[in-house]
């Protein structure tokens, strides 16, 4: 009989272990989802340009960036062109480093933040193709051009490679090709870009 009332005490015993480990495990489960569900994920940070022709040609397009983190923990800023009304063939598109378009030649140099050049760095008239604002070529065929590609060299957000500066940016986009041409010769009429054809000024979009 002390033999069955101590089983029973026993039984009694583990019941209540196993029912504060239930509880306790469930605690964590809360916890940890609690934890889950306050977690934001950070809002994306995206800028528009309206593309409009530097002459009276009639020009019209969009450009869209969108700044996201990189498992590197860089800054990454996906950028896509659609455009058409533009001459078939390559043409240079550049970041500028003024929000003007009125005329063209108001939006100033390249945006460069740098320093990303090689051998001159901190001259910026002597830093192309390693501006911060020097994107890829776009192919035009037909009147109409679509480009999409990635960028480590500037950003949206605030910081010292932000292009919404204190004079903000512009997207031009030139009536040539970007010939890259190395530090030499990068001078010449014509390796940039040349002429500019059509121009949009960043601005930042709230979604």
């Known amino acids: 009989m002390k033999s069955s009332a101590k089983n029973r ?93 009125e005329p063209c030649g108001a939006a100033g140099g390249h945006h460069d933040p740098g320093p990303f050049g090689v051998t001159t760095p901190d001259a910026p008239d002597f830093n192309h193709p390693f501006h911060g604002g ?8 037909d009147g109409v051009g679509t480009l999409s590609t990635t960028s480590s060299r500037f950003t949206l957000s605030p910081g010292r490679m932000s292009v919404f500066d204190a004079d903000g940016s512009t997207l031009i986009i030139h009536s040539g090709t970007d010939k890259y041409c190395d530090q030499e010769n990068e001078l010449e009429p014509g390796c940039a870009g040349g002429a500019r054809d059509a121009c949009g000024i960043l601005v930042l979009v709230v979604e």
């Open 9 to 101: 005490k026993t039984g009694r015993g583990l019941s209540v272990t196993s029912g504060l480990i239930a509880i306790a495990a469930a605690s964590v489960t809360a916890c940890s989802t609690g934890e889950q569900s306050q977690q934001v994920p950070e809002a994306a940070v995206i800028a528009r340009a309206e593309i409009r022709s530097c002459s009276d040609t009639e020009v019209t397009g969009t450009a869209v960036f969108r700044e996201r983190s990189s498992t590197e923990g860089i800054k990454l800023v996906d950028f896509s062109l659609e455009v058409s009304g533009l001459t078939d063939g390559r043409h240079a598109v550049h970041v500028h480093e003024t929000a003007a378009c």
């Open 134 to 141: 020097d994107l890829i070529n776009l192919e035009v065929k």
